[in-house]
């Protein structure tokens, strides 16, 4: 049996990769894809489904980039916007993963048509839950981002999919979600990788809120969105351009960098310290680590970028960027 949790650093992004007896899943792909590829392909499992758990914002999901890598078909949550690539998952519906079942949970409020996917052991026990926004470790999804005026209507809807669904599967059941400590998408995710919802009712001070109006007064709150969410929900409901390779930027000679900067946005990705020693005049300091959760905040979508960093490779600046 296969079970991978891959996290994208910067935006604290975890995906899941399932397998059993040759065939694989994929929940919530990133779209540098080749990695779940790989493993799958290392546990001799073929990729056959992508199912997403909601239309994302803060990051492009790469189900479509992973669909053209492997063939799989993808599961997409929010059947209620215009999608154009994947068919809508149905609560209810499952799919067979070797000796395993993976079956799809409304679980609406971090989004209108959220759902989550329960995987169920060979004999049927409930086992694993992947909850996306919806549940995290010490938090609950934000309610705020789908439309702030509609901040309390999605938190009633939360706290009947936490309290009406994910709670009653018992607390051995491990919960997996979507995000890790430091994503936007929670208000104080903590830093717990693997939780359970014994746990989560124990320590996530919202889940202590049982009364449905008091949890609604705390969970409806409304907060900072980085710009560059709306164009992420566009993406991700038009799907996104395929990359393919991660894009190869050449090195450039100081004259031909210094010919492009006049129409480039020029992002130096070193360590503050040595932006302070010396910079290109004009340039963004955005450090590598931080390139995921900041870019969007200050880089503009419609200009090309010329990047410095740190020796002569810059796969990792891209792939953060991506």
Do not use: K
């Not at 990729?47 to 909601?54: G, K, L, R, S």
């Not at 560059?228 to 395929?242: D, I, T």
């Not at 040595?274 to 680590?289: D, M």
């Not at 970028?305 to 990792?316: N, Q, R, W």
């Amino acid at each position: 049996m296969l079970l991978e949790r891959v996290e994208a650093p910067g935006i604290a992004h975890i995906s899941y990769l399932i397998g059993d007896a040759g065939t694989a899943v994929v929940v919530d792909p990133r779209r540098d894809a080749e990695v779940y590829v790989e493993r799958a392909t290392a546990a001799g499992c073929r990729i056959t489904d992508i199912v997403e758990t909601h239309r994302n914002e803060d990051y492009v999901i790469g189900s479509v980039e992973l669909a053209e890598r492997t063939g799989a078909s993808i599961w997409h949550a929010d059947a209620q916007l215009p999608y154009r690539y994947g068919a809508p998952a149905q609560p209810g519906q499952a799919w067979t993963v070797g000796r395993l079942t993976l079956e799809a949970l409304a679980t609406p409020g971090h989004t209108p048509g959220g759902l989550s996917y329960l995987l169920r052991e060979a004999g049927g026990a409930p086992w694993i839950v992947f909850t996306g926004d919806t549940l995290f470790a010490g938090d609950v999804g934000r309610t705020d981002l789908v439309d702030a005026t509609r901040s309390r209507e999605m938190a009633a809807l939360l706290h009947e999919s936490l309290f009406g669904t994910l709670l009653p599967l018992g607390d051995e059941v491990i919960v997996a979600p979507g995000h890790g400590a430091g994503s936007v998408c929670g208000a104080a995710i903590a830093n717990r990788p693997w939780t359970t919802i014994g746990l989560e009712r124990r320590l996530d001070p919202l889940l202590g809120l049982t009364d449905r109006d008091a949890f609604v007064d705390a969970a409806a709150g409304v907060r900072e969105r980085a710009p560059y969410f709306r164009r992420m929900e566009v993406l991700n409901v038009e799907g996104a351009p395929l990359l393919g390779a991660l894009p190869a930027p050449p090195p450039l000679t100081p004259h031909d960098f210094a010919a492009a900067a006049g129409s480039a946005v020029v992002v130096d990705t070193r360590w503050e310290t040595a932006f302070a020693a010396g910079h290109v005049p004009g340039s963004l300091s955005l450090w590598l680590e931080g390139l995921p959760l900041y870019a969007g905040w200050l880089l503009p979508y419609d200009r090309p970028l010329l990047l410095v960093i740190d020796g002569d490779d810059p796969s990792e600046a891209v792939r953060r960027l991506v």
